[in-house]
Nanobody
């Protein structure tokens, strides 16, 4: 199982942008699904974006048209481009790997430290 390290968070104003990175310790070529989760204060962790082998992409409704997930297999890195950020996007962002079974993904839940994103109003 690869180890994941998130980076790129920070403090931005409403409408700002950030690009998160998730560096894997090994090849991500054979990983059937990768995703970005976030956990806001006092709330459960939620999936915000995922990408599957074959380039199928999922976005939570709250981030559609603002966030873009991508991966660079040559760099073993997953990205999350976040534009037009809103205060409700504030939280700790984590990446994770998963195994796809048809339309269902079983996530590994091997959480790292995450990266803090704070959006001020």
């Amino acid at each position: 199982q690869v180890q994941l390290v998130e980076s790129g968070g920070g403090l931005v104003h409403t409408g700002g942008s950030l690009r998160l990175s998730c560096a894997a310790s090994g090849s991500i070529d054979n990983i059937s699904a990768m995703g970005w989760f976030r956990q806001a204060p006092g709330k459960q962790r939620e999936l915000v974006a995922a990408i599957r082998a074959g380039a199928t992409i999922y976005y939570a409704n709250s981030v559609k048209a603002r966030f873009a997930i991508s991966k660079d297999s040559a760099k073993n890195t997953l990205y999350l481009q976040m534009d037009d950020l809103k205060p409700e996007d504030t939280g700790v962002y984590y990446c994770d790997t998963g195994t796809a079974y048809g339309t269902v993904v079983s996530w590994s839940d091997a959480w790292g430290q995450g990266t803090q994103v704070t959006v001020s109003s």
